[in-house]
């Protein structure tokens, strides 16, 4: 089974800080997302990845940034929290071919004070 | 843009009977529809995937339909059981792309 790991499962931050989120995929996929979950907003997509060092903005890429310097890690950074950056982010990878199923970690929920 | 409607209403049913979830989407029609399951606190579960010259997709006790006129999925769990309870999320791959994109889910709770 594909396995995704997100580093943390609960990060609390003060406002303006500088916040690295790590994902680490086991399969060799070649797609990796970041997504964020609010309440009656669903998923949200972030950024993408479909190859190391290749990165697609998603709907909301402001305020944050990310890298990928290696095939299975894939890390979004915030570069100046907000509290409204406060939210549940999830990484998730996938195949190459495009409508393949996304494998997504067990997320990350960030709360910014 | 696309969007995507699920019903925001919780769906309880009592255990045994068949849930029936619904997805809506506006403009065009994606090239797959995905089903996912969410347990509280963990990240979405791939369930079934079905392509737009499908009309219909089984797996045991879940069948999956997209209907490209409509612009709709029903995803239905037939002889549900408690262990079946969770939020269910619909999903769409638009072609020309890797994008993804999610509905904000239907909460299902099947009583015993």
């Known amino acids: 089974d594909v396995k995704v790991t997100q580093s943390s499962r609960y990060l609390v931050k003060r406002t303006g800080e500088k916040v690295f989120l790590e994902c680490v995929q086991d399969?060799?996929?070649?797609?990796m997302f970041w997504y964020r979950q609010d309440p009656g907003l669903g998923l949200r997509l972030i950024y993408f990845s479909y190859d190391v060092k290749m990165k697609e903005k998603g709907d909301i890429p402001e305020g944050y940034s990310v890298s990928r310097e290696k095939k299975e890690r894939f890390s979004l950074i915030l570069e100046s929290a907000s509290t409204n950056q406060t939210s549940m982010y999830l990484c998730?990878?996938?195949?190459?071919?495009?409508?393949?199923?996304?494998?997504f970690g067990n997320g990350t929920r960030l709360t910014v004070t | 843009s696309q969007k995507i409607e699920q019903n925001s209403e919780a769906l309880n049913i009592q255990e045994g009977k068949t849930a029936t979830l619904t997805c809506n989407y506006t403009n065009y029609s994606p090239a797959y529809l995905q089903w996912y399951r969410q347990d509280p606190g963990r990240g979405p579960v791939f369930l079934l995937l079905i392509r737009e010259n499908e009309k219909e997709k089984r797996k045991e006790r879940l069948k999956v339909t997209f209907d490209t006129t409509l612009k709709q999925s029903l995803f239905h769990i037939t002889a549900s059981q408690p262990a079946d309870s969770a939020t269910y999320l619909c999903a769409l791959d638009m072609n020309g792309g890797f994008k993804t994109i999610f509905g904000a889910g239907t909460r299902l709770f099947v009583k015993a």
């Open positions: 998730a990878s996938s195949l190459a071919h495009r409508g393949g199923p996304l494998h």
């Open positions: 399969m060799d996929h070649e797609n």
